[in-house]
């Protein structure tokens, strides 16, 4: 059986009267869910639905009630939880990444601040070193 191509299968129905042999022609395909066979046409012929990537799915449902069995409902329903699952995984690394970028901020805002008074003391000796020589120069001359 091919998974690509609709299977056949051929019925051959006798008319006694003409003795003319008549084939019809039957098309079957897989369920891409739960691999059940779909019979897509003739007599008794199974419900299905095809979606936009032309996947087959059964479906049984009588009218006015819930269905009974829904492989395009289950279908997509398991996509999401693939979906959701490696979604929540890339923002949780995400989220991570920034707690990261953020610790790593405050440490440095840290540092800055203790080498703040370091720095001033420094700049303030100086400055004041500076405006000793501006005054011995002024003097000397």
């Given at each position: ?9 051929i019925?051959?129905s ?8 008549k ?17 897509l046409?003739?007599?008794d012929?199974d ?15 009588t ?10 409902k ?5 996509k ?5 699952y490696t ?13 990261e ?7 440095e805002?840290?540092?800055r ?5 370091r720095?001033l ?8 070193d500076?405006k000793?020589r ?6 000397q001359?």
């Amino acid at each position: 059986m091919s998974d690509l191509a609709d299977l056949i299968y051929i019925r051959i129905s006798i008319n006694f009267q003409s003795m003319k042999i008549k084939k019809k022609n039957i098309f079957v395909h897989k369920c891409d869910y739960c691999n059940r066979v779909l019979t897509l046409n003739g007599p008794d012929y199974d419900t299905y639905v095809i979606n936009a990537e032309h996947k087959y799915f059964c479906i049984i449902q009588t009218p006015g009630k819930v269905a009974e069995r829904d492989c395009l409902k289950n279908y997509l329903e398991d996509k999401k939880k693939k979906n959701e699952y490696t979604i929540k995984k890339r923002l949780d690394k995400k989220e991570e990444k920034q707690k990261e970028k953020k610790e790593e901020e405050e440490q440095e805002k840290e540092k800055r601040l203790e080498a703040r008074p370091r720095v001033l003391a420094k700049l303030n000796a100086l400055a004041q070193d500076f405006k000793q020589r501006q005054f011995k120069n002024r003097h000397q001359r």
